[in-house]
């Protein structure tokens, strides 16, 4: 397609097309208007007037696209869709260096108002901030906010600034919060961005990203306070488009970093797209299944198994596992286990069929609720596969991939030992491979050890140096599925830890810090 380049010095320009260009320039006095459904490429500079206007709109299910290749100068305007006070937005400024007083002023009426503070603000120390239309902080690129308008059906709120065309870095930092909510963050740029470059980019960053939580965590609309209001988005279902100006959440380690969203990241979008609120999300061909937990008649939440040809093993697959931000149901990893609750776990295509392991279930019900496991949905698993749901404490084993698994647990439940997931029908008199059933890890913030999951015996947990020298014993009672074992009087280090008794056995290396 021929390139031009673009000097728009008459009144109104309106593009509802695609455009090519090579520099595009707005003179004073020019407009350029660029509609929802469409997108302009300059494939050099951008040079906007200091009395030019360059508008780019959006709606609810449609976002228009700048792509700007070269350097961008001089002031644009961005008007960005945003839900209403019903359910609030995620939101990030797609274009730099406005302040929000005026922010709040050229959206004058259009932000609901309780209090003497506008609904929109950033995430901090786990809260919500909410500005005052006076407040003179900075719409910072990259970073996330929380948002609303006044209409129900929503309405756009109009950004001006720079348009970013290179590389933009936010700070990220492990904070308290519901759901984990470490940090939001959101698009920068003024075009839409590909989900898979921006999850590849967060499982390739470990210093600053929680490898464990190498993936995006969309709002979808949910005003409840479950955590499957959180949609997932990491490299099994990465295929979409996420739009100009969006907000969502990622997980960063406890040393914290800068986690920059690629340039290269940008796409332009050639069909409607839409946010996380009213999202599509592509599962491929993949082998997977959603294991649900049901309370009463209310869905507490769901958790994936997905079974691929690479990257999936039994421990952790940075970008393809992801835990999940508080559900009530989850796996844990059958191999190498930190004692994170999954919602997304995938395994290598030969566990469809392989029977020597079993994936720990991690379940929350309150004492006398009646909950149901169950699966909710079945894609591609080969004819003949199947899976059972074991209950170690009841001594039932049921074909979960044929039938619902009900229960009412007599004391609080939490945490896994007590149901697993596997290929085999076996019957309880064989025990359980200690790999599978049982998790031995050291806590990062405080010195001690976690064992966790099903103790068929009493145990001895035996922890040894390097040197093969016998450091400390503890004796552990099979009638509790976790134990903390305090080791304060042992140096930092690196260290080896055996777990035995009468039908388990196991080692594994572990660093105490």
């Not at 997108?39 to 951008?46: E, G």
Request: aromatic letters at 10%.
């Amino acid at each position: 397609m021929k390139k031009i380049t673009l000097y728009i010095s008459i009144s109104a320009f309106f593009f509802s097309l695609t455009v090519f260009a090579q520099d595009l320039n707005v003179a004073t006095g020019g407009e350029l208007y660029i509609s929802p459904s469409a997108f302009v490429h300059a494939s050099s500079n951008l040079d906007i007037s200091t009395f030019g206007d360059l508008i780019m709109d959006s709606e609810s299910t449609d976002f228009s696209d700048l792509f700007v290749d070269g350097t961008s100068t001089g002031n644009a305007e961005y008007r960005r869709f945003t839900e209403s006070f019903s359910t609030r937005d995620l939101v990030s400024p797609p274009v730099s260096g406005q302040l929000f007083s005026a922010f709040a002023a050229a959206n004058s009426g259009k932000i609901p108002e309780v209090d003497g503070n506008l609904w929109y603000g950033p995430l901090e120390a786990g809260a919500y901030v909410e500005y005052t239309a006076a407040n003179t902080s900075p719409l910072v690129a990259a970073k996330g906010y929380r948002a609303a308008t006044v209409q129900l059906s929503g309405l756009t709120l109009a950004y001006t600034g720079i348009v970013n065309t290179a590389d933009v870095g936010i700070g990220v930092a492990l904070t308290p919060g519901p759901y984990r909510e470490s940090n939001l963050v959101g698009n920068p740029f003024t075009t839409h961005i590909d989900a898979g470059a921006i999850v590849t980019a967060l499982a390739n960053n470990p210093t600053a990203i929680d490898a464990s939580y190498a993936a995006i965590y969309g709002y979808d609309g949910n005003v409840s306070t479950d955590a499957s209001t959180w949609k997932i988005i990491n490299s099994l279902s990465s295929t979409e488009l996420i739009t100009p100006g969006q907000g969502f959440i990622i997980i960063s380690t406890a040393a914290g970093g800068t986690f920059t969203f690629p340039e290269s990241a940008r796409r332009v979008s050639a069909t409607a797209q839409d946010d996380f609120i009213a999202g599509r999300q592509s599962n491929s061909g993949h082998s997977f299944f959603k294991l649900r937990l049901s309370k009463g008649t209310t869905n507490a939440g769901e958790t994936s198994l997905y079974f691929i040809n690479e990257n999936g093993t039994r421990g952790l697959d940075p970008g393809f596992d992801a835990g999940t931000l508080g559900t009530d149901i989850g796996t844990h990893l059958v191999e190498n286990s930190q004692g994170i609750n999954m919602e997304i776990q995938a395994l290598s295509k030969d566990d469809l069929t392989a029977s020597d392991y079993a994936i720990p279930l991690e379940v929350r019900v309150a004492a006398g609720q009646e909950a149901t496991i169950s699966i909710s949905e079945l894609n591609n698993i080969p004819a003949g596969v199947e899976f059972y749901l074991d209950d170690t404490e009841l001594n039932i084993q049921t074909l979960i991939t044929s039938n619902d698994y009900t229960f009412t647990p007599s004391s609080r439940l939490s945490g896994i030992g007590r149901f697993y997931l596997r290929t085999t029908s076996e019957t309880f008199s064989t025990p359980y491979n200690a790999l599978n059933a049982v998790e031995v890890f050291s806590l990062r913030s405080e010195k001690k050890l976690v064992v966790q999951g099903q103790l068929r015996n009493n145990s001895v947990l035996k922890i040894y140096d390097v040197r093969g020298r016998l450091i400390e014993t503890h004796a552990l009672e099979a009638s509790q599925t976790k134990h903390e074992v305090d080791v304060s009087t042992i140096s930092s280090g690196v260290y080896v830890v055996n777990l035995n008794n009468k039908s388990q056995s196991k080692t594994t290396k572990l660093v105490i810090n």
